[in-house]
């Protein structure tokens, strides 16, 4: 009868132990996605999740037994705490959406997985798919950390109705300094005879726009290096400052540029789409028409700017590795999702493909925002980027609003941002 027993009991033993293996195998494998709610670039988005729900439910179905997880909820603002905070408790996710802030401390830290292998292996992966200055963005020292999903370039919006009433044609796409000077003079004027200005040349054109479209680098590669005292920073910081003086010590405001007082003005592509295409029928400035066009260059330049990319990265502890990498490629690579986020985010897509189809939003040229993309450059990434900037600005403002030297200010702004990034 112990026999009997022992035996019905290694049985269900074997039986319990093969439904758990069973079990085990059927299980489906999760991935676990960090993303953040909204729009990566402060404008209006009517739903941040739609799209990227319909890329995870075809993703899951093409690769059977797997889940994609995400946290939703979370806002941009919370994000870098709240993922830190999982990667402090060794709950990294296994991919991630990066902020440029948390960029260069991620892989510092070793939190991010160093791409190259994946692409050098994978024969399907092809590069020249996506906008060279877009996969630029998730590099560090050469080294490919992330992948980019959405990509804005930066633009100059124009005042048509402004230019019109003056006589004055919108600049051709290779327009320069003293073409854009030209013209803010002649547009700004005292409208009714009080003595103070009331109609404007441009708005919010810093010298870092300046500097970019003149050539001027500002650090090296690695951020350890500033050049603060460059010919081509010295003349983008003059010719802005030249623009500044034509208001008079007036202030120029946004809300100026809204009622149609002011005929530039610098925005990122997200604010492009946001006010000008389908689908989010905003129409803000109805009072006047308007487009976008290059910004100047300047003598040693081009018609270039900034453009900024949201990458999306793999955990370095993942343990589903390679199929990680193939959700990255997915994202950011497969047309139907980046069509679907083209045609539903404020962002063009990181693929020519999408971004330069003729088909897909009628009202943006798209061949004209993926020569502006292929023309960007890509902000550098390093930890002390964003305060070497705010020093390097306050100065700089220091030398719009006082009699000072250009010389001498450029070489203590070299000191000071020196010694910030040296620390």
Sequence with gaps: MKKKILVIGMII??????????????????????????????????????????????????????????????????????????????????????????????????????????????????????????????????????????????????????????????????????????????????????????????????????????????????????????????EAIKFTKALSELDENQKVTKELFDKGKVAFMPLSYAEYRTYKAYPYKIKKYTDFQWDCITLPRGKKGSNSSVVDSLNIGMGKDSKHKELSWEFLKYMTGNEEVQKDMFLNAPAASVLHSVTEDKNLIKDIDGEFIGKVIDSGSVKPKFERYEGAIQIADAEINNYYTQDVDLDNAMRIIQRKVQEYISK
């Design 13 to 234: 033993t074997a039986i319990v132990i093969l439904s758990y293996a069973i079990w085990l195998n059927q299980r489906p494998v999760v991935l676990e996605f960090a993303m953040f709610n909204g729009s990566n670039w402060n404008v209006e988005i009517q739903d941040s999740y739609s799209f990227i729900d319909r890329a995870i439910d075809r993703f899951e179905k093409e690769h059977p037994g797997v889940k994609v997880h995400y946290v939703s909820g979370i806002p941009k603002e919370d994000y870098s705490e709240w993922l830190s905070s999982k990667i402090l408790k060794g709950d990294a996710p296994d991919v991630m959406m990066i902020k440029d802030e948390d960029f260069n401390r991620f892989a510092e830290l070793e939190i991010l997985e160093n791409l190259d292998d994946y692409l050098k292996k994978d024969k399907e992966f092809d590069a020249n798919r996506y906008y060279e200055t877009a996969l630029k963005s998730g590099k560090i020292a050469n080294v490919q950390y992330a992948l980019p999903f959405e990509t804005v370039p930066y633009l100059m919006f124009v005042n048509k109705t402004l230019l019109n009433k003056e006589g004055i044609d919108i600049p051709d796409k290779d327009y320069t300094f003293d073409d854009l000077y030209y013209i803010c003079k002649k547009i700004t004027k005292d409208l009714d005879g009080d003595g103070i200005i009331d109609q404007f040349g441009i708005f919010k054109y810093s010298w870092q726009e300046a500097a970019v479209s003149n050539g001027a680098r500002l650090f090296s590669n690695d951020g350890k290096q500033c050049y603060f005292t460059s010919t081509k920073l010295q």
